[in-house]
């Protein structure tokens, strides 16, 4: 096992066949992404964790990524409030696992690149080449001042970001000792021994929204991340998104495939399934958590008009959190995703309100649906 290849070929098909990559979103949290007060809601305790990681690799679930979050949102349920740091979750869970690529996701001001860059070999050590990396370049000012940090303006977050993947790309492939002479750091006689698995290094994704974010990931990371242009009309819109995307990754003689995100809630009958929705989401969502994170995104009461507020809330619950929701009978979840895959998204991460509870019935039923469609193996 210890020399298995792991080229950036294999690296990024995660070791597998499967057109459409399926990924688990958000378990490290508590909560995960689902902001409610249901009593069956996500623990995010280590146990539940690698129960569900244990589900997932058994299944052929292909990746498993979490969210790199310091502080909750507060509620009812202090949303968030209780979270496993991600790149040491992804090497316990990377241990437990054999075929499952699992990502840390971390934000480049808060870790010294050369730590970082240590931390992700020792992962990818321990999971023979499949430890992922999400950077975040950062937005949440909350979370940054608690760390004493001050946030850059928006631009140069990202010039800062360059910086820091730079050195991390040098620390995992320069075979000597280097110097960096950077605006952000300035580093003499780095060593950084041994190199990640196999000859190759972890698969690297962002997440930005904004233009900037984009071109960042286009320029550097194997994945890009969107929450954006999902809903069930709108598959043209996803496919134009990933071709504009693609073919700008081109433009600069790389490859670079699509991702994005969404919440499953899959029951026998669609009677169940939107039941569920509304029971979990909308009736016993935790109203609190929603407003403090529209208010970090620059919402409030007094500078929205009183409809467009409800709305808002409305649609942050039950759909913006946990990104697009797949609400139905395995089958038009399967269709959902299906159809998602043939407008060329590589993948989608995924969350469930309890992914140990829920996620079984989902591998069941949706992964062989996906397979007959020729999506998965
Ligand atoms: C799939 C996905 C995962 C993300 N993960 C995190 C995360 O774990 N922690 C975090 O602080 N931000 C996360 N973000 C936020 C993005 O990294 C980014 O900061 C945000 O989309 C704003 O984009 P911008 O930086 O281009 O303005 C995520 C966004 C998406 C769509």
Known sequence: MLDRPASMRDRAAMYNTNTLKIGMF??????GRSATKVPERWSASWPDCLQMARIADAAGIDFILPIGRWKG???DTDFHGATLETVTWATGLLAATSRVT???TVHAPLFHPLIAAKEFVTADHVGEGRFGLNIVAGWNEGE????GVTQRDHETRYAFAQEWVDIIKRAWSEPDTFDVDGEFFQLKSVRAFPKPHGGSRPLIMNAGSSGTGQAFAIRNCDAFFTATSLSRTSLEATAKKVAEVK????GLGREIEVYSVGQ???RPTQREADDYYQHALIDNADWGAVERMLTLRGITPENTAPDEYAAKRRYFAGNAIGGYPFVGTPDKVANELAGLGQAGLRGIALSLINYVDELPYFCDEVLPRLARMGLRT
């Open 264 to 266: 499953v809630i899959c």
């Open 73 to 75: 949102y507060g509620g």
């Open 144 to 147: 940054f001042s608690m760390f």
């Open 102 to 104: 699992v990502f840390g």
């Open 247 to 250: 073919e700008t990754a081109r």
């Open 26 to 31: 958000g378990a490290n949290c508590s909560s």
